[in-house]
């Protein structure tokens, strides 16, 4: 059974950063793109970056400059970094693979920036 649980969020201050982490079980992580996903109050789920299997990346065009997605295929963990938040950053972050699989949904990470 595949588990994804994502951890790392909070509340922070507009310019601030945090780091998101996804463990992974159940899976071979190393033969998958992951993906980060959010999904903001009233809105639709969106795909903010996602890695592939070798390590290349792809961002959103709002997040881009400002998030980096990483792995480590040792700790079946994949990252996303996010440095200079904006209040529109705020929003329940996911990880999943790239494309997605509707049953491996967590439960996700709330992301608040806010002064």
């Known amino acids: 059974q595949v588990q994804l649980v994502e951890s790392g969020g909070g509340l922070v201050q507009p310019g601030g950063s945090l780091r998101l982490s996804c463990a992974t079980s159940?899976?071979?992580?190393?033969?998958?793109?992951m993906g980060w996903y959010r999904q903001a109050p009233g809105k639709e789920r969106e795909l903010v970056a996602k890695?592939?299997?070798?390590?290349?990346?792809n961002y959103a065009d709002s997040v881009k400059g400002r998030f980096t997605i990483s792995r480590d295929n040792g700790k079946n963990t994949v990252y996303l970094q996010m440095e200079n938040l904006k209040p529109e950053d705020t929003a329940v972050y996911y990880c999943n693979r790239s494309p997605i699989k509707m049953e491996w949904w967590g439960k996700g990470t709330l992301v608040t920036v806010s002064s």
């Open positions: 890695i592939t299997s070798g390590g290349i990346t």
């Open positions: 159940g899976m071979i992580f190393s033969f998958n793109a």
